[in-house]
């Protein structure tokens, strides 16, 4: 055994596809044989064969750290043994699905977390993932699929990824393998074809998948510095703009449902811009015992959200919401707010001046973007 | 708003539908595997195609391989049948005639951008691969992103150097499919190294982060073609829509706005997002004649952002611009806010509150005019 130097984390690989069936798990396997035979030492920490001849075919000849059983509620599940593959301590881990959720009563609630503990002990992994996990693309993948993704992997984790490769196959490609039985057997292949595997879905999660891979390269190896310069942009480098300040961007956090969503896109179009990014909620006077209780748990869960996603949260206290928040974004040389799109007011008149309305009013040096939301096509 | 896009096809759209799909029956299909250096399998993966198509029945050729082949790839090729390169001229082209005279139902073409010698039919190996997709033999090829013509001088300017051979951008928005060939740029860092020698910034630091130049690009260029494909497929089944997998930025304009800054912001955006910019005017009577001059000057800074300028029409700007904005796939609107609020604005919806409230599915970014405006 040959243990990495503690203290230096272990290297991530993520293998990105965008349906099941691309070919990611085979992808993975094929990459521990290579770095097998080159003399690394690999270990299969987890690997779903799906039933999938070929793929269970590869598997054969890599070592294998066996699963551990979990008992819930009567029944036997399977999860990655993470307790066992750091006292083998391998190279390199191969796991598959890294948005899996494990089953209560493993030590963490996902497999991205059973790898983080891998990495900081100093294992190289590479894993598995599908573009529909990514968080800021949650509400997009809804648009597209019509289909709420609830494991999602938070787009700092990803950012961990010291590699990033992705496994690229035609929809048709994709199809005719459905229909040979390669992905699913029939009576599950035909649903998938009734629903999600439906070839412009899939050209849309294509073009995701092939989006993100390309930003993560750029963002990795390219740096703005490097792109043809087209005509009229500013020479800019990262979020730093011409006149020398920085973006920076403000998430309005309020207990509105479509805050979950305005948080996930104002994350990315942070990162794309490479921009600072935090989030703020107003409350009416002081501590969170003065809003009620209902509110206080939304707006607890939110924050919390955010915070998640390590976006940094300040809790701010003003009796005006609109003047408190722009203040705020004022002295923090905010360049951009980024609100909630606000219902439609039922009786115009009657209603107090519309939130959104008035910071954008307030806001006279300041842009304001207002998310819409994004709903499932039919 | 669903039903807003939604088009009925002319007459003559549809002639070219129907002119389009008999075409399309006859025509062989073209598969093309693009990466973005050498070394990153591309040959393996068409071969490898090839070999799984002959397994379920197919008859496949090879018609040109590249040298400088893997052990990997000698298995592939051993396992299929090849016709040779003719080599009467001043150096080895495809033998198109052999090929059609044996007419397989897949012909298997590395190396696409290859230029053919004096006195072939056809100049460019891309225009070879064009004949047999007429005479209907499906083909699958590969190519290096370096090759696009299009994209020329910016792999001139990554690389350092030019290359000469091209295939042009359309042929590959013409292909059936296109597959990406990816991997990290370590797989290819030592034939890059090769090929690159002598050229400045040599080395593998600088070799890797121009090879991650190169991938981005192809990446782009395939998700370019995806965009492409996927929204003709939704054309054709009339629904003018897109899924909004890219980015696009559309910028209104009006003598008034801060027009510049809006559309410096707009191209930084789409740039950042690897998307589209567009920029438009509602027309709306007569303009002062400074008005007028603000106005074009600011369309000819969207047109010097490669905008896709348009001018609109109609009597309402807020269902105009939304319209367009819709029918294009708009991901995030920029306008333009005066900070004047005038008594009407308090009592019937202000045009800036219309588009917060009525763009739907669109982000609405709204930037200040005037002095303090950043």
């Known amino acids: 055994m040959n243990p990495a130097p503690r203290g230096k984390p272990g290297r991530l690989k993520i293998i990105l596809g965008y349906a099941a069936g691309v070919g990611k798990t085979y992808k993975m396997l094929d990459e521990g044989h290579t770095l097998a035979a080159q003399g690394h030492d690999v270990v299969v920490g987890y690997f779903e064969p799906h039933g999938r001849k070929e793929t269970i075919a590869l598997a054969e000849g890599l070592e294998f750290v066996p699963r551990r059983a979990i008992e819930y509620r009567g029944r036997r599940f399977e999860e990655m043994d993470t307790p066992a593959i750091l006292q083998r301590h391998p190279e390199i881990c191969l796991v598959d699905e890294f948005p899996h959720t494990n089953v209560p009563g493993a030590e963490r609630s996902k497999r991205w977390e059973d790898v983080l503990v891998l990495l900081d002990a100093g294992v190289d992994v590479v894993t598995t993932m599908n573009i529909q996990h990514l968080e800021s693309l949650n509400d997009q993948m809804r648009e597209i699929t019509g289909v709420q993704v609830r494991e999602t992997i938070p787009d700092w984790v990803m950012k961990r990824a010291a590699e990033m490769v992705l496994v690229d196959l035609t929809p048709r490609a994709l199809l005719n393998r459905l229909d040979r039985g390669v992905v699913y057997a029939p009576d599950k292949a035909q649903r998938a074809k009734e629903n999600f595997f439906k070839e412009p879905t899939l050209a849309a999660l294509r073009e995701m998948a092939l989006r993100q891979t390309a930003h993560e390269v750029d963002s990795r190896h390219g740096g703005e510095n490097n792109r043809e310069p087209s005509v009229a942009s500013e020479p800019s480098q990262g979020g730093v703009m011409a006149d020398g300040a920085r973006e920076r961007i403000l998430i309005h956090i309020t207990e509105a449902p479509a805050t979950a969503a305005l948080i996930r896109r104002g994350h990315r179009v942070s990162d794309y811009l490479n921009a600072d990014c935090f989030a703020v909620c107003v409350l009416p006077g002081p501590g969170m015992g003065s809003v009620p209780a209902k509110t206080r748990g939304a707006l607890e869960q939110q924050l919390d959200f955010a915070r998640k996603l390590h976006i940094e949260t300040r809790i701010l206290e003003g009796e005006d919401e609109a003047r408190t928040l722009v203040d705020f974004a004022r002295r923090n040389g905010v360049t951009q707010i980024f609100l909630a799109k606000p219902p439609r007011p039922v009786l115009r008149f009657l209603s107090k001046r519309q939130l959104a309305m008035r910071i954008v009013r307030l806001a006279r040096d300041i842009q304001v973007t207002v998310v819409a939301e994004r709903r499932a096509r039919k | ?374």
């Open chain 2, 1 to 374: 708003m669903p039903n807003l896009g939604r088009q009925r096809p002319s007459p003559e759209q549809l002639l070219q539908q129907v002119e389009a799909e008999e075409r399309f029956q006859h025509r062989g299909k073209l598969k093309v595997f693009l990466g973005y250096a050498s070394g990153v399998g591309k040959s393996f993966r068409m071969l490898d195609e090839g070999r799984r198509r002959k397994a379920r029945g197919g008859d496949v050729v090879v018609a040109a391989v590249q040298h400088e082949a893997g052990d990997e790839v000698e298995q592939l090729l051993a396992q299929l049948e090849l016709i040779p390169l003719r080599t009467d001229l001043a150096s080895p082209s495809v033998d198109v005639e052999a090929v059609k005279r044996r007419k397989p139902s897949l012909c298997l073409i590395d190396g696409l951008a290859y230029r053919n010698p004096e006195g072939s039919k056809n100049a460019e190996r891309w225009q070879d691969v064009e004949e047999l997709l007429t005479a209907g033999i499906s083909v699958l090829t590969s190519i290096n992103v370096q090759y696009i013509r299009e994209l020329q001088p910016q792999v001139e300017a990554i690389r350092g150097k030019r290359v000469d051979d091209s295939v042009p951008e359309s042929f590959l928005h013409g292909a059936d499919e296109i597959e990406l060939v990816d991997a990290p740029p370590e797989y290819c860092i030592d034939r890059a190294q090769r090929a690159d020698s002598g050229s400045p910034g040599n080395d593998a630091l600088q070799i890797e982060q121009r090879l991650s130049q190169l991938r981005e690009i192809a990446l782009v260029l395939t998700a370019e073609v995806v965009d492409r494909q996927l929204e003709d497929y939704l054309r054709r089944q009339g629904i003018d829509q897109t899924y909004g997998a890219q980015e696009r930025v559309l910028v209104c304009v009006t003598p008034r706005s801060n027009a510049s800054l809006m559309i410096r912001r707009g191209r930084r955006q789409a740039d950042r997002f690897h998307g589209d910019l567009y920029v438009a005017y509602v027309e709306r009577g007569e303009l002062a004649s400074e008005d007028r001059r603000t106005l074009e000057n600011n369309l000819d800074a969207a047109r010097n952002a490669c905008a896709h300028v348009e001018i609109l029409h109609g009597e309402d700007p807020v269902t105009a611009i939304l319209r367009h904005a819709t029918q294009h796939g708009i991901t995030q609107l920029f306008v333009g806010h005066s900070l004047r609020d005038t008594w009407l604005d308090r009592i019937r919806p202000n045009p800036l509150e219309r588009f917060i409230l009525e763009a739907d599915g669109i982000d609405v970014r709204i930037f200040p005019h005037g002095e303090n405006a950043r």
